[in-house]
């Protein structure tokens, strides 16, 4: 007897749920449950063959596109198969698709699964010569945007607004780099080159990312931080390759701000690793290219300038290489205010707080003022002692906090100023 075919609807729902998990153990379709769903949800053509018992023992599943159509899922009961079951439905489809305008209505399967000749019986043709191709786990990426797929960022002119206590590197950062790239005109009127390569130098935790990026937000430019230890390729080569293909796509951008940090890494002197050295030469040949007339800035940070080999900081590579130091008193005493005034309305000794943190930097700053919010609110959830954080709170912060920035290395970076700056 020929199965009862009707429309699918929820009633159908568990038992076409356990027909198409058995289906899956035995052969997993192109198309996932989760795409027949969607597809039920949004009223799709659905069928389902009952056998005279009332049984559900077949089910087939499609998705209209205009005046085409695929099979999502198309399975039969194996103790019903070779009975006509998948061929009715397949029938049966196609009578509600003509209805509704499709055209065409295509199959993707496996080459070896079940129902292939109950379709070629009901008109399909099998093409030899088609594979299907599948790649999955794709990036969530924007391919029509091109800032997106070089792994870019905008930012806010709020991060270079909010730098505080470094207003000596601030200020020559705004005349050298920010100024001439945002006023072009004006550059150009008074023979002024803007600047398309720096280098930032300094002890660690002076803020160079931060500057980095805080000239993308000022500039209003996409800022793109690149990782040679991340660059696929399966040696340095092809490491290599993809640093060059990187580069061609951040010059197809109108304007950005490429970031390069450590670069004594892979640009040592000292460097003997041929990994880095493939880079480093790779790097040092598409500078010229880069430094182009067009809206784009390269900065390299680096903790050791000295370090770094001759090519790299000779003339002609870089406009710049500025340092960015440990904070002073006077900048000390402004990112003390700027994260304290955060924190408390107490009376608060900055003077001493500026004096006993010598060699901090401004990340260590902001480290111990944190220590002595969280004094605090200790004392008021452990002690039951409300009251906001005082002098001698963050006097014990900055006792306990381990400074980044040595007596020698503030020593070194002295001697690197006037050794190296170029500005």
């Known amino acids: 007897?020929?199965?009862?075919?009707?429309?699918?609807?929820?009633?159908?729902?568990?038992?076409?749920?356990?027909?198409?998990?058995?289906?899956?153990?035995?052969?997993?379709?192109?198309?996932?449950?989760?795409?027949?769903?969607?597809?039920?949800?949004?009223?799709?053509?659905?069928?389902?063959?009952?056998?005279?018992?009332?049984?559900?023992?077949?089910?087939?599943?499609?998705?209209?596109?205009?005046?085409?159509?695929?099979?999502?899922?198309?399975?039969?009961a194996p103790a019903h198969r070779r009975r006509g079951v998948g061929l009715a439905l397949l029938r049966a489809l196609e009578r509600r698709l003509v209805a509704i305008g499709v055209r065409e209505l295509g199959i993707l399967t496996p080459t070896e699964a079940e129902g292939i000749e109950a379709a070629v019986s009901a008109g399909f043709v099998a093409h030899d010569r088609i594979t299907y191709l599948e790649k999955r786990g794709l990036s969530r990426v924007n391919r029509e945007d091109p800032i997106a797929e070089v792994g870019g960022m905008r930012l806010t002119s709020e991060l270079w607004r909010s730098i505080g206590g470094m207003e000596n590197e601030k200020e020559l950062i705004e005349r050298r780099i920010i100024l001439p790239l945002a006023e072009p005109a004006a550059a150009k009127l008074h023979g002024v080159v803007p600047a398309s390569a720096i280098i930032l130098f300094g002890p660690p935790g002076t803020g160079k990312t931060t500057f980095a990026k805080a000239i993308a937000g000022r500039l209003g430019w996409p800022f793109v931080e690149i990782f040679p230890s991340q660059l696929g390729g399966e040696d340095a080569h092809g490491r290599a390759g993809a640093l060059r293909d990187l580069f061609e796509r951040l010059a197809l951008l109108d304007n950005c701000v490429a970031f390069i940090d450590e670069v004594e890494e892979i640009a040592s002197n000292r460097q003997a690793k041929p990994e880095t050295l493939v880079l480093a030469n790779e790097l040092l040949k598409l500078i010229p290219a880069f430094r182009e007339p067009g809206a784009r800035l390269l900065v390299c940070a680096t903790n050791s300038v000295r370090d770094l080999d001759h090519a790299f900081t000779r003339r002609g590579r870089f406009d710049y290489l500025m340092p960015v130091g440990p904070p002073d008193r006077r900048a000390r005493l402004g990112i003390w205010q700027r994260y304290v005034g955060q924190i408390t309305q107490a009376e608060i000794d900055f003077d001493e707080l500026?004096?006993?943190?010598?060699?901090?930097?401004?990340?260590?700053?902001e480290f111990a003022a944190r220590k002595a919010a969280q004094a605090a609110f200790e004392r008021t959830v452990l002690e039951n002692a409300v009251g906001p954080a005082q002098t001698a709170d963050f006097l014990t912060a900055?006792?306990?906090?381990?400074?980044?920035?040595?007596?020698?290395?503030?020593?070194?970076?002295?001697?690197?100023?006037?050794?190296?700056?170029?500005?």
């Open 1 to 76: 007897m020929a199965p009862a075919i009707h429309d699918f609807d929820d009633s159908f729902l568990d038992r076409a749920i356990r027909l198409l998990e058995e289906a899956d153990v035995q052969s997993p379709s192109v198309f996932t449950f989760a795409e027949v769903v969607t597809s039920l949800a949004a009223r799709h053509p659905a069928l389902v063959a009952l056998d005279a018992e009332g049984e559900l023992v077949g089910a087939v599943f499609a998705r209209v596109d205009g005046e085409r159509a695929w099979v999502l899922r198309w399975v039969v």
């Open 398 to 423: 900055i006792a306990a906090t381990r400074p980044t920035i040595t007596a020698a290395m503030a020593r070194d970076f002295e001697e690197d100023i006037d050794r190296y700056a170029r500005t």
């Open 354 to 365: 500026v004096e006993r943190s010598q060699y901090f930097s401004a990340a260590d700053i």
